[in-house]
């Protein structure tokens, strides 16, 4: 099993790294269904499938949403209140198209950092490789109040994206929002995103993305090898204690135990010499698990990749936004 030394790895040298992958590589175009190996740098490892019931001409599918509109740009204000918290914030991307208007998805995007560690800012550069797209998407780049905070720990921040999803919600008709949702997260704002998305059921949550992910806390390697430069074990920072003390807890905040026949299309990506989070051990096996309940997921091998990412978001986008026009 491969020896997770997250945060030793200073936080500075982290954020640089993942900063300058959104620069150093063109887009990656998705594989076609069924295309086997792969010979790009992301393989396709598998794809569920499930069978779902066609929409009514009226219900537009995820890729004509996305795809409408003839967006050329986006406005932006940062720091919206979403809670009384100062981390309760988000900055909004809104799309602006040449076209008629038509109700945007919601794309909110969830940073990494330990859970404890780092803010929205760390994601700007993948806001901005998801703008390059000109999709009919409003991002939402939230924060969320940091374990290990006083009062802070896993269910605070679940409270936190409920709040935010309230917010959301009630932002519908000001900013003309389409019904649908998409989740997408880094590290353990992608682990955040599974467990909200698998846990909480939410009907207008219709996708999650997650990339370098931790999906099983009870792992020794997640326990024990997620810590910072300072030594802190980021995990236990979560839970508010050590897997010893509260096992039930470490099992209750793993989203690959949250999986069942209602999960919400998944698609994952996870580096091939990611020595923090595993990609067999973590990913395939969520994968695996999403299979065997006919959830439709799609599992990429991104080759070459430490948990950084760098050099890699180009691609892991591109592919993002295929899986996520397939959706119906």
């Excluded at 030394?5 to 887009?27: D, H, P, Q, R």
């Excluded at 309940?293 to 180009?314: C, I, L, Q, Y």
Aim: charged share 20%.
């Amino acid at each position: 099993m491969k020896t997770a030394n997250y945060f030793l790895i200073t936080i500075a040298f982290l954020a640089s790294s993942f900063l300058s992958s959104c620069s150093e590589l063109t887009s990656v175009e998705p594989l076609p269904e069924g295309s086997g190996s792969a010979t790009t740098e992301e393989r396709v490892s598998a794809q569920s499938t499930t069978q779902e019931e066609p929409n009514s001409p009226q219900e537009p599918t995820m890729g004509q949403l996305l795809t409408a509109g003839n967006v050329t740009s986006y406005t932006v204000e940062k720091n919206r209140s979403y809670g009384p918290d100062k981390l309760q914030n988000y900055d909004l991307y809104r799309p602006v198209g040449t076209g008629e208007s038509v109700p945007s998805v919601s794309v909110v995007l969830i940073h990494g950092g330990g859970w404890s560690l780092l803010d929205k800012s760390f994601l700007d550069p993948v806001v901005e490789e998801f703008k390059k797209r000109n999709i009919n998407a409003t991002i939402f780049n939230i924060n969320h109040r940091l374990a290990g905070s006083p009062g802070v720990n896993f269910p605070q921040i679940m409270e936190d994206l409920d709040l935010f999803f309230e917010h959301q919600q009630s932002l519908k008709g000001e900013l003309n929002l389409n019904d649908d949702v998409v989740l997408w997260g880094y590290s353990s704002g992608g682990h955040l995103a599974l467990t909200y998305a698998y846990k909480r059921k939410k009907r207008f949550i219709k996708s999650v993305a997650a990339v370098a992910a931790p999906a099983d806390l009870t792992q020794p390697s997640i326990y024990n090898g997620i810590v910072d430069d300072k030594n802190r074990n980021l995990t236990a920072l979560l839970i508010g204690g050590t897997y010893d003390q509260k096992p039930e807890a470490y099992q209750d905040a793993s989203p690959i135990f949250e999986v069942d026949g209602n999960s919400v299309p998944t698609v994952l990506f996870y580096g091939d010499n990611d020595q923090v989070v595993d990609d067999q051990n973590q990913g395939e096996r969520l994968h695996t698990a999403l299979k065997g309940r006919n959830v439709k997921a799609r599992f990429h091998t991104v080759s070459d990749a430490t948990h950084e990412m760098h050099g890699k978001m180009p691609g892991i986008v591109n592919n993002t936004i295929d899986f996520w026009k397939t959706i119906n």
